[in-house]
């Protein structure tokens, strides 16, 4: 399965951006789907991430209730919605694809997601 990323860009402090992940091939109902971003000189971490099977959600403190992660199965497609950006939002951010056999509690590290996208550009200004 490849995964491509799109939707970044530049937006003001308070702004909002829509992210889509789109995947090529087929998305089995146990896999998890999650958003990364990675600012220059920090650790990646985890800002979301949703079942494939029945679209349950998991959300890092920094960003609960700003974002929201959804997806489209009629698209293979996971969307992240983030509103009321800050400036500390600015990073680059991934979608991955957590490959699992069974549902399975959700993981923040990246290390056991199996697939990645390219990454897309998330500036916010002040």
């Known amino acids: 399965v490849q995964l491509q990323a799109s939707g970044g860009g530049l937006v003001q402090a308070g702004g909002s951006l829509r992210l889509s992940c789109a995947a090529s091939?087929?998305?089995?109902?146990?896999?998890?789907i999650g958003w990364f971003r990675q600012a220059p000189g920090q650790e990646r971490e985890n800002v979301a991430a949703?079942?494939?099977?029945?679209?349950?959600?998991y959300y890092a403190e920094s960003v609960k209730g700003r974002f929201a992660i959804s997806r489209d199965t009629a698209k293979n497609a996971v969307n992240l919605q983030m509103n009321g950006l800050k400036p500390e939002d600015t990073a680059v951010y991934y979608c991955?694809?957590?490959?699992?056999?069974?549902?399975?509690?959700?993981?923040?590290?990246?290390?056991?997601?199996?697939?990645w996208g390219q990454g897309t550009q998330v500036t916010v200004s002040s």
């Open positions: 991955a694809l957590r490959r699992l056999l069974v549902p399975t509690p959700f993981s923040t590290f990246a290390y056991n997601y199996n697939d």
């Open positions: 091939g087929d998305i089995l109902s146990s896999w998890h």
């Open positions: 949703i079942t494939w099977r029945n679209g349950k959600t």
